[in-house]
């Protein structure tokens, strides 16, 4: 049981600009809601010296939002209409809710994101106007074993996974006293400059995921229950799934000279790649925002299981090798055309879930393989684990690269419970 203690407001510490700010086309076709993460430390000697937690959070929080101003604001609807919005910055801050829990850490387990881990991280009611609703959200739980938690929720229409990610280190390191202090590149219009596009953007892979075959109604698929599977590919069965890949390549003569990487060697319908380096010039390394663009990759089930799984690496890595500057840059140009964005958000402009549904034969994954996850030290040492939130629908997927370094994978996984048991199987077979 979590109780919660107290909420501190937390405002930038120095003046901040008040201004509108731009928020481009790939902001715009972000949710609302916020992405979930925490952040476990173990109790040690070092979070003893660190005195008051909360304390210490605050503190350095309020630094940090000097340069992430934007995320001391609100977002407001657009006049311009179409379910587009525009960010306020105007220093309202950030909430920190401190808590304290029985569990200890070890309680947790292996971390699966369940509805235990949900409880660390602050809920959010979407049905309020979002003029109030803050675009940073924080936790900080004490334990009865002495350790901490720290749940973190980021707006996506303000930051993708790189542009949190910063954030939480620069947090971190202001924290620590420690540097250098790498500010964000806050201007979002850097988007909008090279060339036009010259061909138009194809929109076939914004459709919605297919549905079960002969089934235009999936609503009796959404009451059956779901559950998440935390699963592991140690680096033995990742390289061996890899050389069965590049093997099957081979053979086909299709592999074009290039091993496949360990995310095209899993087998995915859709999923985000981030365009940071796709583009002329490419953007600055310390963008702060959203630079990903929907990728997907189909085939038919029959073809999946008759085929080599080299097969199905191919039609990932043609789907990720179609995303240049060109087709960004079309991408940006065809949302910014469109009249209403709203549908791509899975809450309505009220607030209210639409009720994501992938079905069973689609699968959303994330890979998080390539980001620098760990090493978020507020003064009391690294945390012992650091993972997504309890924010699954059936079929999104997470891939996480092991806290330990060695080479692992750990699989976050939501899906029917029904279909658990096959998913293991097949995930596991022949590796």
């Not at 881990?117 to 959010?124: D, G, Y």
């Not at 909008?192 to 914004?206: I, Q, T």
């Not at 994954?365 to 945390?383: H, N, Q, R, V």
Request: with cysteine; proline share 8%.
């Amino acid at each position: 049981m979590v109780t919660l203690k107290a909420t501190h407001t937390v405002r930038p510490s120095e003046p901040t600009p008040e201004e509108i700010m731009y928020l481009n086309a790939s902001d715009q076709i972000k949710d609302i809601t916020h992405t979930p993460t925490i952040y476990f430390y173990r109790h040690s000697p070092s979070l003893d010296a660190a005195g008051d937690a909360v304390s210490r959070l605050r503190d350095s929080l309020s630094k940090a939002l000097v340069l992430f101003y934007p995320l001391a604001g609100r977002l407001n609807w657009a006049a311009e209409g179409g379910s587009r919005v525009e960010l306020h910055c105007n220093g309202k801050g950030v909430p920190i809710f401190e808590a304290e829990s029985e569990a200890a850490v070890e309680d947790f387990g292996d971390f699966t994101p369940t509805p235990a881990i949900q409880a660390l991280i602050p809920s959010v009611d979407y049905t309020t106007p979002i003029d109030e609703i803050p675009m940073v959200i924080v936790q900080l739980t004490r334990f009865s074993c002495g350790g901490v938690s720290i749940g973190l929720g980021i707006s996506h229409v303000m930051a993708d996974g790189p542009s949190a990610l910063h954030f939480v280190d620069e947090w971190a390191k202001i924290a620590r006293s420690m540097g250098p202090i790498v500010p964000p590149f806050l201007d979002r219009t850097v988007l909008e400059n090279g060339s036009p596009p010259a061909k138009p953007f194809d929109p076939a892979v914004l459709r919605p995921p297919p549905t079960l075959i002969g089934q235009e109604d999936n609503m009796e698929q959404r009451k059956k229950p779901i559950t998440v599977a935390f699963l592991n590919l140690t680096k033995l069965q990742i390289e061996k799934l890899r050389n069965k890949v590049n093997l099957d390549s081979d053979k086909n003569n299709s592999g074009g000279g290039r091993g496949y990487s360990r995310f095209e060697a899993q087998t995915s319908l859709h999923f985000v790649a981030d365009f940071r380096n796709k583009l002329q010039p490419p953007l600055p390394k310390n963008f702060f925002g959203n630079a990903l663009i929907r990728v997907e990759a189909t085939d038919t089930s029959g073809s999946l299981l008759s085929n080599t799984i080299g097969a199905a690496a191919k039609k990932i890595r043609e789907a990720v090798e179609k995303v240049t500057d060109e087709t960004v840059r079309a991408y940006l140009e065809y949302l910014k055309g469109l009249p209403d964005v709203g549908r791509f958000r899975s809450l309505d402009n009220s607030g209210r879930p639409k009720g994501d549904f992938y079905g069973n034969p689609n699968l959303a994954i994330i890979s998080w393989t390539a980001l620098p996850l760990y090493g978020a030290d507020f003064g009391w040492g690294k945390e012992i684990h650091m993972g997504p939130g309890s924010m699954g629908f059936d079929g999104k997927t997470f891939l996480i690269p092991s806290h330990e370094g060695d080479g692992s994978f750990n699989i976050a996984i939501w899906l029917q419970e029904e279909h658990i048991s096959a998913f293991k199987k097949c995930l596991y077979n022949d590796i």
